[in-house]
């Protein structure tokens, strides 16, 4: 599998943002994306979900130049920026909920995920109660829990504690190979941890940093 970035430009109130940005990213890699706050990188990772239109340029998957005006990459998991969900429901109810609208999951496999994130103790608590932690935990969960092809992280580590970090990093690891993982985050011994290639991004420009 094959994800392009090709020539993508975006401006907001006239503000470069992102200036002719182009990477490939492709199967069995984790992407790491650096760079300071307001740098563009999640503005990227929400044109590549769809959630905001490129300016110009393009987003292709395996040869297949997307209209995200139409449609949206087929297999995306994501969790960029702050997790929201519905605070009346637990955190197992609003898995549940989102896992309805594609149907591609059981109760068992939303627990795995719940698991994973060492969250299975507060699977029946209000979203309401939960901590920063607890949210961004449930976020992660709900970014891999149907298992897509592709897996977008931005700042996933943040407010979680040394032994859910230390667990997620290992589980990230385990499943790269059949995915494109992109992950992006200030903090630099996360990235130079878990990434293959780690790409810049300061003031609307990207560079491709290293290759492992």
């Known amino acids: 599998m094959k994800l392009e970035v090709v020539n993508i430009n975006k401006k907001f109130k006239g503000n470069i943002v992102l200036n002719n940005v182009n990477m490939t990213l492709e199967t069995g890699n984790i992407y790491g994306f650096s760079g300071?706050?307001?740098?563009g990188k999640s503005i990227l990772l929400k044109i590549i979900s769809g959630l905001y239109l490129a300016d110009s340029g393009d987003i292709?998957?395996?040869?297949?130049?997307?209209?995200?005006k139409k449609e949206f990459l087929p297999s995306l998991g994501a969790l960029i920026e702050e997790p929201k969900f519905f605070t009346g429901m637990?955190?197992?109810?609003?898995?549940?909920?989102?896992?309805?609208?594609?149907?591609?999951?059981?109760?068992?496999?939303?627990?795995?995920y719940l698991d994973i994130v060492n969250?299975?103790?507060?699977?029946?608590?209000?979203?309401?109660?939960?901590?920063?932690?607890?949210?961004?935990?449930?976020?992660?969960?709900?970014?891999?829990?149907?298992?897509d092809d592709i897996i977008i992280l931005d700042e996933p580590f943040n407010g979680i504690e040394e032994q859910t970090v230390i667990k997620l990093k290992?589980?990230?690891k385990t499943i790269k190979s059949n995915k494109i993982i992109i992950l992006s985050t200030h903090i630099k011994e996360d990235l130079e941890e878990l990434s293959d290639v780690i790409y810049h991004f300061d003031n609307g420009n990207v560079r491709r940093e290293n290759e492992v």
């Open 60 to 68: 292709i998957l395996d040869n297949k130049k997307y209209d995200f």
């Open 170 to 172: 290992e589980y990230l």
């Open 36 to 39: 300071r706050n307001g740098s």
């Open 90 to 112: 637990s955190g197992y109810e609003n898995l549940k909920f989102l896992s309805r609208i594609k149907n591609k999951i059981d109760d068992k496999t939303i627990l795995k």
């Open 119 to 147: 969250l299975i103790d507060e699977k029946d608590k209000k979203y309401s109660k939960y901590s920063l932690g607890m949210k961004q935990k449930l976020g992660i969960s709900a970014a891999l829990m149907e298992d």
